[in-house]
């Protein structure tokens, strides 16, 4: 099995595809291809129908997009909720994730080695935030917490959903977002987690520069 990612510093959707690969607890080899240089598409292209990242390939069956690789590698391991009520939620969450929240994406691109506090803060950046910020109460509050093995993820035990979220807790300690109560506790259970600092660090390693995602300097 091997998972092409982008640059761990800015691929949001790497991340999640690569948490959920890690969390699968499955065996994957991991090839990393910097993007926006000359030959990126093309190397990426190789492997990826989409000429996007992520994609996962499996005894050669390529699977690309982050949600489908989450899908698919759910169907090996347990990466969403056994209750049905929860893993429903679940895979709402992680839709809304999936296609939403378009003015903080653009706004806070994931940016790791940043540090952006005040930047992108607009209106319709502060109703996403919001509208997260509910997500992660209300998912702990409802599942995680009365989960049959209870824990402080947003279903119990990590998930696919966690991996969705997870840029976003990247993107809110950049830009200096810091949610009180439970989504505050979420979010530093999420920052914490060994495979979200093993990324970290990979991040702060790399050298390359994307001058269009280095929005605030």
Not at 4 to 21: E, M, P
Request: proline share 6%; hydrophobic share 45%.
């Amino acid at each position: 099995m091997k998972l092409i990612i982008g640059n761990k510093n800015y691929s949001s959707w790497s991340l999640r595809a690569w948490l959920a690969a890690r969390a699968s607890g499955l065996v994957f080899e991991e090839i990393r291809i910097p993007l926006f240089l000359p030959d990126s598409r093309e190397r990426i292209l190789s492997h990826s129908p989409s000429g996007k990242v992520p994609c996962l390939i499996d005894h050669g069956l390529s699977v690309w997009d982050s949600l489908a690789i989450c899908e698919y590698l759910a169907e090996k391991a347990p990466l969403w909720p056994t209750d049905p009520a929860a893993r429903a939620i679940a895979r709402s969450v992680s839709a809304e994730m999936h296609s939403g929240f378009m003015e903080l994406r653009r706004q806070m691109t994931m940016n790791i080695r940043k540090d952006y506090t005040g930047h992108g803060r607009t209106p319709a950046v502060d109703a996403d935030i919001v509208r997260i910020e509910a997500i992660w109460i209300d998912c702990r509050t409802r599942f995680g917490a009365k989960a049959v093995a209870p824990g402080p993820f947003l279903f119990g035990a990590f998930s696919a959903a966690d991996a969705m979220y997870a840029p976003l807790c990247f993107r809110f300690r950049t830009y200096g977002v810091t949610p009180a109560g439970a989504a505050g506790d979420y979010l530093a259970t999420m920052l914490a987690h060994p495979w979200m600092q093993e990324w970290d660090a990979a991040a702060r390693a790399e050298t390359e520069s994307i001058p269009a995602e280095d929005l605030y300097g």
